[in-house]
């Protein structure tokens, strides 16, 4: 059975990394994760909850920008939001039975997996799976189906039927 388990992380999108980066260190009191190699820019910057740590993934460079070539703002600026879960095959089924589209991602070099979806109102959620407790097939990195960053998958009529 598919549950989610909690608050992964939050990415943001940003023009500035450097500043970002300050802010979340200097102002906030993060302090930065190790990140695995993305292929883009970007920093993770952590901080300790009573359950463990949250996280900031803070990322520029071309995934950062809107279609129009800027930068979005307030709320804008969050790509996504991530859900830590187990039920990596159980929830996909249920996505794939209610008619939406999806994407999926193996994180390299950390044994997670990854599925993102949108919610009715185009708020990106990553949900994201220990990859050594999950069984079965990996998830499908083909292209179509592979994770992009800064892709718009999202098709309002698909939600329709909720």
């Known amino acids: 059975m598919a549950v989610l ?3 992964f992380h939050v990415a943001i999108k940003t023009a500035d990394l450097e500043k970002t980066v300050r802010f979340y260190k200097q102002v906030l009191g993060c302090r930065e994760a190790p990140r695995p190699d993305l ?4 920093a993770w910057l952590a901080v300790p909850t009573p359950a ?3 996280i900031f ?3 520029g460079g071309a995934p950062a920008l809107e ?3 800027g930068h ?3 709320t804008g600026a969050i790509d996504h939001i991530s859900l830590t879960a187990v039920g990596f095959h159980d929830m996909l089924a249920r996505i794939q039975a209610a ?3 999806w994407r999926e991602a193996i994180v390299p070099g950390v044994g997670l997996w990854q599925i993102f979806v949108m919610d009715p109102s185009g708020v990106q959620l990553e949900i994201i799976f220990d ?3 999950e069984g079965g097939p990996e998830p499908d990195e083909t292209p179509g189906r592979r994770y992009a960053p800064g892709e718009d998958y999202f098709d309002k009529d698909a939600y329709a039927r909720l």
Request: avoid cysteine; charge should be negative.
């Open 72 to 74: 979005a703002h307030g």
């Open 99 to 101: 008619g939406l589209p």
């Open 39 to 42: 292929g883009f820019p970007g």
């Open 67 to 69: 279609r129009d070539g």
């Open 57 to 59: 993934h803070i990322y």
């Open 5 to 7: 388990t909690g608050l």
């Open 131 to 133: 990859a050594a407790a």
């Open 52 to 54: 463990g740590e949250a």
